[in-house]
């Protein structure tokens, strides 16, 4: 089993610019959560899939965010326009029970 | 609402040292709790979790948690740390007010193991 795969693990981009972050959750999950982490606000829920439709998105900053989940296999989260403020860990994670989450390494993204 | 309180956002020990890295809870409701650990790098790992039944949870790399309802408290403990055990360790608490099990985290502890 290979886990949670997410790519890039590094992203740097200036400001103004879209980016794109991927997700392969563990096969046969049915639940995605997308994390984000700054040393700020720790860690912050920002949007749950189950069975790839959205149910929780309120932890969406604002409308810079989008996800998608449009495979059981795969799931984006873009921000666009990107912002120095939204520098942070990505997490993407996946689960088969409700009482466990398995994390993906994460995405480092810096905004110039 | 549920929230979770490490108390100490960095610990540091010496190797062999046992370690208590403690957390505190406030809920309403049944309570679910949770340790993730996360070392450098590296996403989070379930290390234990409190459902129901016994107060005392065993998890893995030798680590357990006592549930204290009584002091809303949820302590995670190892009689003997090593190297390898430095990591970031966050408590969780459930939150289903959203229908679903949404996870609060706690600010984190850092573990720094000295030889």
């Known amino acids: 089993d290979a886990g949670v795969i997410q790519s890039p693990r590094h992203e740097v981009t200036e400001m103004g610019q879209e980016v794109t972050l991927r997700c392969k959750p563990i096969s046969g999950h049915n639940s995605l959560f997308w994390y984000r982490q700054t040393m700020m606000r720790g860690l912050e829920l920002l949007i749950y899939?189950?069975?790839?439709?959205?149910?929780?998105d309120s932890g969406m900053p604002e409308d810079r965010f989008s996800a998608k989940m449009p495979n059981a296999s795969f799931s984006t989260l873009k921000i666009q326009p990107s912002e120095p403020r939204d520098s942070a860990v990505y997490f993407c994670?996946?689960?088969?029970?409700?009482?466990?989450?398995?994390f993906g390494p994460g995405t480092r993204l810096t905004v110039l | 609402a549920q929230s979770v309180t490490q108390l100490d956002s960095q610990v540091p020990v010496f190797e062999e040292a046992p370690v208590e890295l403690r957390c505190n809870y406030s809920?309403?409701?049944?309570?679910?709790l949770f340790w993730y650990v996360q070392y450098p790098n590296q996403g989070l790992q379930l290390l234990l979790k409190y459902l129901s039944g016994s107060t005392l949870v065993k998890g893995i790399n030798g680590f357990e948690a006592e549930f204290n309802k009584s002091q809303t408290s949820f302590h995670l403990r190892k009689p003997s740390v090593h190297i390898s055990d430095t990591a970031e360790y966050f408590c969780a608490v459930s939150d289903f007010s959203g229908g679903y099990n949404k996870l609060i985290f706690g600010a984190g502890t850092r573990l720094a193991v000295h030889p």
């Open positions: 994670a996946s689960s088969s029970s409700w009482d466990t989450q398995y």
């Open positions: 809920s309403s409701v049944s309570v679910y």
């Open positions: 899939f189950n069975n790839n439709v959205p149910i929780d």
